[in-house]
């Protein structure tokens, strides 16, 4: 939860020390303000890590602010005050009925006055539809949830989108492994109804389907696709019955339109979005591959004509570019980049558009210490009392909300008009983003087993596999794998090491280790560590489950559990696609006692991040204590600690284990 007091002084401080960024605007004497209002970090309570996707609506005078998080399989949603003040007021999670798993694109609409929030589950090859309530407080409940069959494209269900016509709601998702675009009817109570399929073909773009979005251009609705695999874009006429039409397709491949120098900005094409600019609507393509965006005039016929296009470079950073959208803000209409990119480069471009389509550099905003949009992954707008606000969602860290005003005057007027569902997140190369396994799942990986003598003798280390580390590793390598082909298997590897019991300090009232390098343990060799591995296309982590040091660890004694990440090649090969930062984890273990009757006495497992005890598990005997086993799997060595138990035991089990062992 929130320290509110803190939050909000936080808050004014920034506002005081805000990023202003003043840059001429082409469409009036007033200039553009960026000014950052607040930033939030992923924590044990909320579902924003692994950002990926960013929208707002406005449900009982209320705006909301809906950010789906691919590594916590949820939602998170935060109202946000007139000053861009986010509030945390709702997470939504995963169960064996939603659609969540890898959770990628979130979109709304308003149905008959309901607000409905739509979410893609990219693991979970499906969708989920909630309705929003604010009646004196924030509420969601299930309306439905659908997940792919061998009729539907919701295989990798990567990005929604909405539009109404003719008075009825029509929900576009994009299936990226299915490579195609399913649609559905909802009705006034939510529920969806199949009423077209798409898959690619030798004339569309669909393969790798990565984002969708609308437009209404003279009466007709359009849907724009993006499809990475074939770098390009497909556009779809729409009927009133939901029914889709191509139109029109382009890939990297076509010349640049009349008088252009760059070429096409298409390959990689990862995000859509539109916007109307003096009765024209033009569209514009990120490329994360080409790092770069192109723009093009959108006809009565759907047709495309390129108009612009621009790339990276040292002055204008585009390299990554992953998520695009708009917003008009005293008659200018600006085009906002999101930057997925490295640590250098990782933020976001800002971009005028003139009334003929072309892009006009303003200005980039790099992530830093405060920001938390590092591995930015979307970008989304709204309006709160007549002011503009840009929310930047960041992979690896949480979001941020920046205010967008004019100077010298307030602001002025100023109209945003969103420019339809953001696109959403899908990691360049070679900068990966980083995996699953976090010091949160190294902390809930390990349980302490007494020895045979009590909870003074010598522990053990036992690992876990938890369901829930097993479901988003696997879902992580099958992602990675779809975009990346190379990429077999997300591996972990386990070293111990010994950082001795008298190393220890007083800090906060805490005992806390001084994390210094220690010699490993002798039970396991760095060269040659304990490892887990999950292949692309499995069911789970392969390889038997293990202990650390089976009763080599001493009592009142800190320890290392130290891990390395990586992904690897069908032969082994290391690649190096992710960043240091993903690399290592790690986390201090003691087991302290404390006294008691006999042989047990008593005990707590203590957990550091090397700063100060971040939890304590109470240790049982030895015979409350299950060895961590996996389903269908035995522990090497598993006879010998059965007969060190059994002259422990009653008479009544000893026959018992004889007959186990015979």
């Known amino acids: 939860m929130f320290n509110l007091a803190k939050h909000h002084i936080i808050a004014v401080f920034m506002a005081l020390l805000a990023l202003v960024i003043i840059v001429p605007d082409t469409a009036s004497a007033q200039s553009l303000v960026l000014n950052n209002t607040d930033n939030v970090a992923d924590n044990s309570t909320l579902m924003i890590m692994g950002a990926s996707s960013a929208t707002t609506a406005v449900v009982g005078g209320t705006t909301y602010l809906f950010v789906s998080g691919m590594n916590d399989d949820g939602v998170s949603v935060f109202s946000v005050d007139a000053g861009g003040q986010l509030l945390n007021v709702g997470n939504i999670t995963d169960n064996s009925a939603r659609m969540l798993a890898f959770a990628k694109s979130v979109t709304t609409a308003i149905i008959n006055g309901t607000t409905y929030l ?85 004339q569309f773009n669909l393969s790798g389907a990565s984002s969708v979005t609308t437009a209404n251009i003279s009466g007709t609705t359009y849907l724009f696709v993006a499809g990475t695999n074939d770098s390009g874009v497909s556009v779809f006429s729409v009927n009133a019955a939901g029914q889709l039409q191509n139109v029109d397709n382009i890939n990297n491949n076509a010349p640049p339109g009349a008088g252009l120098t760059v070429p096409l900005q298409l390959k990689g094409a990862v995000s859509v979005t539109t916007a109307n600019i003096g009765g024209t609507t033009y569209l514009f393509v990120a490329g994360w591959v080409d790092d770069g965006v192109s723009v093009f005039s959108v006809n009565a016929n759907g047709i495309l004509q390129n108009v612009d296009n621009i790339t990276h470079t040292a002055t204008v950073k585009l390299d990554g570019a992953d998520s695009v959208t708009t917003a008009v803000i005293n008659g200018t209409t600006y085009l906002f980049v999101a930057i997925f990119d490295n640590i250098v480069d990782s933020g976001f471009s800002v971009f005028s558009v003139n009334s003929n389509g072309k892009l006009q550099y303003v200005t980039n905003v790099t992530d830093d210490p405060t920001l938390k949009f590092m591995g930015a992954s979307s970008v989304a707008t709204t309006n709160i009392g007549g002011t503009p606000y840009l929310f930047v969602t960041g992979y690896d860290e949480g979001v941020s909300v920046f205010s967008l005003k004019p100077s010298g005057g307030g602001t002025g007027g100023a109209v945003l008009l969103p ?5 959403v997140f899908q990691p360049p190369l070679p900068n990966l983003c980083c995996t699953p396994w976090t010091e949160r799942k190294l902390e809930t990986s390990f349980v302490s087993v007494p020895g045979p003598n009590g909870l003074n003798d010598n522990f053990s280390l036992g690992y876990n596999d938890l369901a829930t580390t097993n479901t988003q590793m696997q879902a992580y ?32 009232g805490n ?39 089976p009763h080599q660890l001493q009592v009142n004694h800190w320890y290392q559990i130290q891990t390395t990440v990586s992904l690897r090649t069908n032969t082994g090969v290391k690649l190096g696609l992710l960043e240091a930062e993903c690399l290592t984890q790690s986390r201090i273990y003691r087991v302290s006692t404390f006294g008691g009757r006999g042989i047990n006495g008593g005990a707590i497992l203590e957990i550091s991040d090397g700063k100060s005890i971040i939890k304590t598990v109470p240790v049982r005997p030895r015979a409350q204590n299950t060895v961590p086993v996996e389903t269908n799997r035995k522990l090497k060595g598993q006879k010998k600690i059965k007969n060190k138990v059994k002259n422990k035991l009653k008479n009544k089990f000893k026959k018992k284990f004889k007959k186990q062992k015979n």
Do not use: C
């Open 511 to 549: 005992v806390v280790p001084v994390a210094t390098s220690g010699p490993p343990v002798s039970a396991l060799n760095p060269s040659n560590p304990v490892e887990r591995e999950w292949i692309v296309g499995g069911t789970g982590p392969v390889g038997p489950a293990f202990w650390m040091a």
């Open 118 to 202: 739509f979410v893609a589950g990219f693991s979970d090859d499906g969708v989920s539809v909630f309705r929003v309530v604010n009646s004196g407080s924030f509420n969601v409940t299930t309306q439905a949830n659908v997940t792919d069959n061998s009729i539907l494209q919701l295989d990798g269900a990567n990005s929604v989108a909405t539009a109404n016509i003719s008075g009825t709601t029509y929900l576009f998702v994009a299936g990226t492994n299915d490579h195609g675009v399913s649609v559905f009817s909802v009705n006034a109570a939510g529920m969806l109804q199949n009423v077209f399929n798409v898959t690619d073909n030798s």
């Open 419 to 423: 420019g339809g569902p953001v696109g």
């Open 477 to 508: 390598i099958n992602y990675v794998n779809a975009v990346y082909p190379q990429a077999y298997s997300v591996r972990v590897s386990f070293i111990l090491k010994d950082f001795g019991a008298a190393s220890t300090v007083t800090t906060g």
